[in-house]
């Protein structure tokens, strides 16, 4: 094999003076090219996901240096490379990847197989794992379903997920669902290098205060179907409302179910120190937790107001059947006057007041019609009719 040519180009991870055990690294990375191959694409169009190719399902990555993306850097393995070497850190955005997918990554980061599981499954509790030189982080994603009007069959809330590896030179983000896009989070921090030079601790912290944010648009625009029910039921057809109630309460449970368990992982984040996240960060994190409180405290207030709705409703619909009872009873007590009336003159006895004379019959009808009037009046002033 003929000598290299001492005038090739380096790559930068040569040019930054690699060490054997970094070159090994270099290596390493570079079989991931064979996996996560170029060209680059743009985020905004994901290719159609294949069975074991992770590149169909990375929607972006970059490597990130001294709180710059580093547009030079334009190889995974060479941003790897660097990264290792304790210069900056990669972070690498995935779209709902397969097992195959997930695991092609997960083999070069040397994931958790645990984590890599729950992150190819989905449907996981908000939670926070810590590994030896790893934080596994799960997040529920939601989104508020517009809708003209609520109904029995609508859709108020949908729910996703994120996973977040965080290790010392590289951040992966899993995501499940089509609604929770972190595109305007990576561009947010790019344009602030301070917060992006404390590593990527600040991704995990961006993406926590994303996820929270939205559930702070979420609970508004429930409060405005909150409001909007609270005045349906008490106008004068509320008692017909139960099943919005129960629909919008069912979904305000599920919106509970996505954000309370959060609030643990967010506490350690905030409160406790953790060898991958940056200490000038922990300060971040309780502002989210603040936030999350927020959001807590106002999921719990919806909860206890829909159950005062609807039991407000369900008496209001009692109070409707018994007005109808009495409304009915009032009828038939009034039709049961001729009825009596009509069955005593049909006995045919011979012997009875009337029977054989001229003025019998309106006499009787007179009777009936005076006892009826008698009777609708009572009702009538007793509200039964």
């Not at 070497?85 to 709902?96: H, S, T, Y």
């Not at 097992?99 to 890599?116: C, K, N, R, S, Y």
């Not at 517009?146 to 996703?160: F, I, K, N, Q, W």
Request: hydrophobic residues 45%; contains cysteine; glycine residues 6%.
């Amino acid at each position: 094999m003929s000598k290299p040519s001492n005038d090739r180009q380096q790559s930068p991870a040569q040019a930054a003076g690699t060490t054997p055990g970094q070159r090994r690294s270099a290596h390493a990375a570079r079989r991931m090219t064979r996996l996560v191959a170029r060209p680059r694409r743009s985020p905004a169009a994901p290719a159609r996901p294949m069975a074991t190719d992770p590149a169909s399902v990375i929607v972006d990555w970059a490597y990130y240096s001294d709180g710059e993306r580093r547009l030079e850097v334009d190889t995974l393995p060479d941003a790897l490379a660097l990264a290792r070497a304790g210069d900056g850190f990669v972070w690498i955005g995935m779209l709902e990847p397969t097992q195959a997918q997930l695991d092609a990554v997960a083999d070069e980061f040397g994931l958790h197989p645990l984590a890599v599981e729950d992150a190819v499954h989905a449907h996981q509790r908000p939670k926070l794992e810590r590994y030896d030189d790893l934080l596994f982080t799960v997040v529920k994603t939601v989104r508020y379903v517009e809708h003209e009007e609520l109904t029995s069959t609508s859709d108020v809330v949908e729910t996703g997920e994120v996973m977040v590896f965080t290790g010392a030179e590289y951040v992966l983000t899993v995501r499940h669902g089509q609604h929770n896009a972190l595109k305007g989070v990576r561009s947010r921090l790019e344009n602030d290098p301070e917060q992006l030079a404390l590593g990527p601790s600040a991704v995990l912290h961006a993406v926590l205060d994303r996820v929270v944010d939205n559930y702070l648009e979420v609970v508004e625009a429930i409060q405005e179907d909150v409001d909007e029910l609270e005045i349906a039921v008490f106008s004068p057809r509320g008692a017909r409302q139960v099943e919005r109630v129960y629909l919008l309460k069912r979904e305000v449970l599920q919106l509970k179910r996505a954000v309370a368990p959060l609030a643990g992982p967010l506490h350690t984040l905030a409160d406790r120190p953790l060898r991958l996240v940056h200490s000038d960060t922990r300060e971040y994190f309780r502002d989210v937790e603040d936030h999350l409180t927020r959001v807590r405290e106002t999921i719990a207030n919806f909860d206890e107001l829909l159950s005062s709705i609807l039991s407000a409703s369900l008496a209001q619909l009692s109070v409707t059947d018994n007005e109808d009872m009495r409304r009915i009873s009032a009828w038939v007590a009034i039709v049961a006057v001729p009825t009596a009336i009509a069955g005593i003159y049909g006995m045919n006895f011979g012997n009875m007041p009337g029977l054989n004379t001229g003025w019998g019959f309106t006499a009787v009808m007179v009777l009936i019609g005076l006892i009826c009037l008698a009777l609708y009046g009572l009702f009538k002033r007793n509200r039964w009719l």
